[in-house]
């Protein structure tokens, strides 16, 4: 039998299809083909961080990370690649793994200085840091207790406000740094207490000066001024303190602290009288 022979464009066509059979087999298998244009390549993305979205909401925080991980490894070079880095860091906020919430907004203000959403990511790692802070941190602290995230956390709102006062983020951070500043004052207080019963008085003059100047608008002044008052006659410093409580009573006649300024002020007695310009003429 006489063989017939083929068409070269033919054998190049038959060889092409060939090729071609095992990724055909491969999309059958149910993996993802490649986008054919950039245009497929952003919609495949978003698609997929709607996804993760949906998991987010859901609370399902292993399904959520996975997905955003996966939108990551695909689709590294699109926006939405980088709203998973967040979307990351929030998952693990609401998990209350602080330590990893702040490392994640910390990276993504890192990496992407420019983008719109950095102020979004300084604010949860404000947020953060503040929510890291235990109830247990609330109550009266112990004299060793270690503030070092209260200190952040102040740090960080106190550096948003300066750069974003009027953001709409802005009044939750000032009711925030009211809490920590309080909590870092009413720490001062608490071991200016603990130095003034042990009779170290320079260290507990030391810590209620701290308060005062480093934690303004705290609420606690009224009572930081009694105790440093208090303080200062323990050293018979009687002029600094009664100083001080006068001060307490000008600034702050509603407290409840102007009631014990005034009984240490009659303590002290009366001050020495300042000589008339009569009398100092005539002793000139």
Aim: glycine share 4%; hydrophobic share 40%.
């Amino acid at each position: 039998m006489r063989l017939v022979p083929v068409c070269p464009a033919l054998r190049a066509l038959a060889l092409s299809l060939a090729a071609l059979a095992p990724l055909t087999c491969v999309g059958c298998a149910g993996e993802e083909r490649a986008p054919l244009s950039a245009l497929e390549y952003a919609e495949n993305a978003r698609t997929k961080y709607e996804q993760g979205l949906r998991e987010l909401e859901a609370e399902n925080w292993e399904g959520a990370t996975e997905v955003f991980n996966e939108l990551k490894k695909k689709y590294g070079y699109s926006r939405y690649a980088r709203l998973a880095e967040l979307r990351l860091a929030d998952a693990d906020l609401a998990q209350d793994k602080y330590a990893e919430a702040v490392t994640g907004f910390k990276s993504f203000v890192h990496d992407y200085p420019n983008d719109p959403e950095v102020p979004y990511a300084r604010y949860r790692v404000a947020k953060a840091q503040y929510e890291s802070v235990s109830q247990s941190v609330l109550m009266p602290p112990l004299e060793e207790r270690d503030l070092a995230a209260v200190n952040d956390a102040l740090v960080s709102i106190r550096q948003f406000l300066t750069d974003y006062p009027t953001s709409v983020y802005s009044d939750q951070l000032r009711y925030m740094r009211a809490v920590v500043v309080g909590l870092l004052a009413r720490h001062e207080l608490y071991v200016a207490r603990f130095y003034l019963g042990r009779g170290k008085f320079d260290a507990a003059v030391a810590r209620c000066v701290h308060a005062l100047d480093a934690f303004d608008h705290s609420g606690l002044e009224p009572e930081a001024m009694v105790l440093l008052g208090e303080t200062y006659m323990k050293q018979k410093q009687r002029e600094k303190a009664r100083a001080v409580f006068q001060r307490v009573l000008k600034e702050y006649p509603a407290s409840p602290f102007a009631e014990p300024a005034r009984r240490f002020l009659v303590a002290l007695g009366p001050g020495p009288v300042a000589p008339s310009e009569s009398a100092a003429s005539r002793v000139d």
